[in-house]
């Protein structure tokens, strides 16, 4: 059975982030639907943008981690292993970083950070990211960052500052 948030919760909903959900109606266009959706606010959207959830598939909703989930995420970032990145083939190295981003794992963003800033600093033939991994690694930190952030109670730029002061040494895991 799916889970039934409350007006006022904070939950993850996917692409979109931190949201708040401001209201448990049907659509506003709905004339004869009496389907109930979620409406959300996305904390971290430069737009004032809204979303409208279906209450009843919450595939890409979820609840946020809890403090300990996070500092234990965070605890992580040292050990984690590096995604398998291609320097020869981009189609399917991004397919397979589009595929980390829409699972919607903590876990899963903060290797793919990992993984992109250590391409970007050690990367063979040299190191430097493409454009489409740039726009990839925003996408992960603007989610993850966005969701410690409010779990930890600090700002998402003080958790990508935390992050960036990370050691990543170099290995080869290059393909």
Not at 8 to 17: D, H, K, N
Request: glycine share 2%.
């Amino acid at each position: 059975m799916n889970q039934m948030y409350q007006k006022t919760e904070l939950v993850f909903y996917g692409s979109a982030g931190v949201c708040r959900i401001t209201d448990i109606a049907p659509l506003p266009s709905a004339t004869k639907e009496n389907k109930l959706y979620y409406t959300l606010v996305p904390l971290f959207s430069p737009f004032a943008e809204v979303v409208y959830a279906p209450v009843q598939t919450n595939a890409l909703l979820r609840p946020l981690l809890t403090k300990a989930q996070a500092q234990d995420c965070m605890a992580q970032f040292q050990t984690l292993p590096l995604l398998p990145y291609q320097t020869i083939n981009h189609k399917s190295a991004h397919a397979f970083y589009l595929e980390i981003l829409r699972s919607y794992i903590p876990l899963s963003y903060l290797r793919l950070i990992k993984t992109l800033r250590h391409k970007a600093l050690y990367g063979l033939p040299r190191p430097k990211l493409c454009q489409k991994e740039q726009q990839y690694l925003k996408q992960a930190e603007t989610l993850l960052c966005g969701e410690l952030a409010v779990v930890l109670q600090t700002t998402p730029a003080q958790i990508r500052a935390w992050l960036y002061a990370q050691d990543i040494t170099p290995c080869c895991v290059c393909m």
